[in-house]
């Protein structure tokens, strides 16, 4: 009993620098930004204590209600193009094509490069004045158009971008699953007179269901998050109309300094995390189970 209790000693030890990492850069970071937002603040010192006051300013606020709307569109809109278009890209992948080493080494480069250097490639292809893409556009259609700063194309083109940046991962994930798929049952399906669509319908999808909704609920915490591209390609324009959650902490925070309010809607952002975390969580233990 003694040398098991030793044991345990040991491994508590050996662990503690970790677990004291852990918490100097997770948890007591969560419980300042808590503690922050129930106070008023100038700079970054904390006030008056004003309770919930800024989390219900927040809900009420015209603009608030707007980067909820906005974050929602900018997470909802890329994974509605990037997990198709993703899933598409690995089930080409899969088959035996020419070249499949060079394509998943090519494809896979936009998610390697960081989202600064997306940024700023992009803006310049997409600028008015010099940018390739609207040097063709001017030769074809006599004038230049702004996609980042028109209130219209604004959010459509974030996404695409966002996108390109960020299929890859899906992709490699469900490239992953695919390939765990013994090629037999699509044989014996074959056998069976089922056609392609049948096959993917009834065998592939259903094979890979955990994989696409963990793909899913990654990516959508990476979205949610994401304050980067947005910030260098639009910083929120034209008129807010891309302005997302984590746009909003950091002008917040860092161009305004309201840090009790700026950390009232981090607050938000960390329980969304949990929620889709927990979902994460239940489905990786439902896949554990089956």
Do not use: C
Request: proline share 4%.
């Amino acid at each position: 009993m003694w040398k098991q209790w030793d044991r345990s000693w040991l491994a508590l030890f050996f662990l503690a620098p970790s677990l004291l990492l852990v918490v100097a850069v997770t948890f007591y970071p969560i419980i300042y930004a808590i503690r922050v937002s129930l106070h008023e603040t100038f700079y970054l010192n904390t006030t008056k204590f004003v309770g919930f006051q800024h989390y219900v300013r927040f809900l009420l606020d015209v603009v608030g209600q707007r980067n909820l709307w906005n974050s929602f569109v900018y997470t909802v809109g890329s994974l509605a193009v990037a997990i198709p278009f993703g899933l598409a890209l690995a089930l080409l992948l899969n088959m035996p094509i020419r070249f499949r080493t060079l394509f998943r080494t090519l494809i896979i480069v936009p998610w390697i490069v960081s989202e600064v250097v997306t940024a700023l490639l992009w803006s310049w292809l997409l600028n008015p004045q010099f940018g390739p893409i609207n040097y063709f556009i001017r030769e074809w259609f006599g004038a230049p158009f702004d996609f980042l700063g028109n209130i219209g194309s604004a959010m459509a083109t974030l996404i695409l971008i966002n996108v390109w940046q960020s299929f890859p991962y899906g992709m490699v994930l469900l490239l992953a699953a695919l390939q765990s798929i013994p090629n037999e049952m699509h044989e014996a399906a074959k056998v069976d007179g089922a056609s392609a669509w049948q096959r993917f319908w009834r065998i592939t999808l259903p094979l890979i269901h955990n994989t696409l909704l963990i793909t899913i609920i990654m990516l959508s915490l990476h979205y949610f998050n994401m304050v980067t591209l947005v910030f260098i390609l639009t910083g929120g324009g034209p008129v807010g109309v891309t302005e997302v959650l984590s746009l909003r902490v950091f002008r917040e925070a860092f161009s305004f300094y309201h840090m009790g309010f700026a950390s009232a809607v981090a607050v938000y952002i960390f329980i969304f995390n949990i929620v889709f975390s927990l979902l994460y969580i239940k489905i990786l233990r439902t896949e554990a189970y089956d």
